[in-house]
């Protein structure tokens, strides 16, 4: 129900925008995550079915986070990029019920395949 796309391989300091389209339902808060080998899966950034949104201190004033809500679509628009940015990109989902952003990864039931992300020093 989650389809991530729009990774790749780019140097440091370029920019990327991944997509992840949402079908069979719509979804009020919706989110990014990431995951870096041997590491945990850390939230990137959330945003609400009224387009608040919600950072990682991370990638604050780096990434930006929208929707489009007739396309059933969200969008995370990466810039700056930094070796360390490197990582698999999963799109998130609550229940489409639950109006509240989170940061917490057990809270979002509805996951996407993932899709890469390198940045090359």
């Known amino acids: 129900q989650l389809q991530a796309s729009g990774g790749g391989l780019v140097h440091a300091g370029e920019s990327l925008r991944l997509s992840c389209a949402a079908s069979g339902r719509t979804f009020n808060v919706m989110a990014w995550f990431r995951q870096a080998p041997g590491k945990e899966r850390e939230f990137v950034a959330a945003?609400?079915?009224?387009?608040?949104?919600k950072y990682a201190d991370s990638v604050k004033g780096r990434y930006t986070i929208t929707r489009d809500i007739d396309k059933d679509t969200m969008y995370l628009q990466m810039n700056s990029l930094k070796p360390e940015d490197t990582a698999v990109y999963y799109c998130?989902?609550?229940?489409?019920?639950?109006?509240?952003?989170?940061?917490?990864?057990?809270?979002?039931?509805?996951w996407g395949q993932g899709t890469q992300v390198t940045v090359s020093s």
């Open positions: 945003i609400s079915g009224s387009s608040s949104t």
């Open positions: 998130a989902a609550r229940a489409p019920s639950i109006t509240v952003m989170t940061d917490t990864k057990r809270a979002y039931a509805y």
